[in-house]
């Protein structure tokens, strides 16, 4: 009797395809950057209390510490504004209030150009393109002339 049910078992084996192992597949869990992983990295707070140029200079350290940490356009509202204080922290105060009056989205874009427009604005901009345009060695080095051109050119449209 037991040959017999062993030699069914071995037909049914036989006759059903083999179930193929599934590979494993691990799911790394999505990790959230937290503000203190953003601190490590001591970017500086912001008063509003800044020429147009330490302004864009602020701007652009953050969403180089934001690339660095791969942050979603969520951390990158919420780092950024937690770094403002004094003058800059009731002035976005004031602009959220404004965004939720018209009934727009509090986005980092949306930060990002309200802060260029109050504290980088149109003006700025095209006083460092007209900068740029007149750009003249003189009594540079080389290496001078060379890092302002490059620090200049970013602004030339």
Same mark, same amino acid.
């Given at each position: 009797?037991?040959?017999? +049910?062993?030699?069914?078992?071995?037909?049914?084996?036989?006759?059903?395809?083999?179930?193929? %192992?599934?590979?494993?597949? @691990?799911? %790394?869990?999505? $990790?959230?950057? @937290?503000? *203190?992983? /953003?601190?490590?990295?001591?970017?500086?707070?912001?008063?509003?209390?800044?020429?147009?140029?330490?302004?864009?200079?602020?701007?652009?350290?953050?969403?180089?510490? &934001?690339?660095?940490?791969?942050?979603?356009? *969520?951390?990158?509202?919420? /780092?950024? @504004?937690?770094?403002?204080?004094?003058? +800059?922290?009731?002035?976005?105060?004031?602009?959220?209030?404004?965004?939720?009056?018209?009934?727009?989205?509090?986005?980092?874009?949306?930060? $990002? @150009? $309200? &802060?260029?427009?109050?504290?980088?604005?149109?003006?700025?901009?095209?006083?460092?393109?007209? *900068? &740029?345009?007149?750009?003249?060695?003189?009594?540079?080095?080389?290496?001078?002339?060379?890092?302002? /051109?490059?620090?200049?050119? $970013?602004?030339?449209?």
């Amino acid at each position: 009797m037991d040959d017999i +049910a062993e030699a069914i078992h071995l037909m049914v084996d036989a006759v059903q395809p083999p179930v193929a %192992a599934q590979p494993r597949t @691990t799911i %790394a869990p999505i $990790r959230v950057p @937290t503000v *203190e992983e /953003f601190l490590c990295h001591k970017p500086a707070e912001f008063t509003g209390k800044a020429s147009p140029d330490e302004a864009d200079a602020w701007l652009r350290k953050c969403e180089k510490i &934001f690339r660095v940490m791969n942050c979603e356009d *969520e951390q990158k509202l919420l /780092f950024a @504004t937690y770094l403002l204080n004094e003058d +800059a922290k009731y002035w976005w105060i004031g602009m959220q209030q404004q965004i939720e009056t018209r009934e727009e989205s509090t986005t980092w874009a949306n930060f $990002r @150009t $309200r &802060f260029l427009e109050k504290y980088f604005p149109d003006t700025a901009r095209q006083d460092r393109e007209t *900068e &740029f345009l007149a750009l003249q060695q003189r009594d540079m080095s080389v290496q001078e002339y060379v890092n302002k /051109f490059e620090h200049l050119a $970013r602004y030339s449209s």
